[in-house]
């Protein structure tokens, strides 16, 4: 048996530009989140265990983004929960309201292309938006 979790696209999926792993974070994040408001003491157990096996990816984040931050394409990624294979093809995606790429490029640190966090956020949202209409 192949589960559909190998399936490189879903068509059925709201995001099209997600891969196998960014539908399973999104998944589980789903879980996670039903769990945490009906039993929050459950939750926190299994955000324990999984921390102690160094899986941190779903802990909540209580940082603040400032708007105007510099990051990189990978940090970039992990604001977001998606590949930085994403982040690239949201700078080279046209708008459909024709006001420039979806992502657009703030300049470069050294060889690395930077996004400022706030428009990093708008993407991430205008995708999401997109694909649930």
Not at 2 to 12: A, C, G, M, V
Not at 21 to 26: H, K, N, S
Not at 68 to 97: F, G, K, Q, S, Y
Request: charged residues 30%; hydrophobic residues 35%; aromatic residues 6%.
């Amino acid at each position: 048996m192949i589960p559909d979790y190998d399936k490189q696209t879903n068509p059925r999926w709201p995001n099209h530009l997600d891969g196998p792993t960014q539908r399973a974070r999104r998944v589980a994040g789903m879980y996670r989140a039903h769990l945490r408001a009906a039993r929050p003491d459950l939750s926190d157990q299994a955000d324990e265990t999984a921390a102690s096996f160094g899986e941190t990816w779903m802990l909540e984040r209580p940082e603040i983004i400032e708007p105007d931050r510099e990051l990189t394409t990978a940090e970039a990624a992990a604001l977001v929960n998606v590949t930085p294979r994403t982040i690239r093809d949201w700078a080279c995606l046209d708008r459909r309201d024709g006001e420039g790429k979806v992502l657009p490029r703030f300049g470069k640190r050294g060889r690395e292309t930077v996004y400022l966090a706030g428009k990093v956020l708008e993407a991430a949202a205008l995708i999401r938006a997109r694909h649930t209409r």
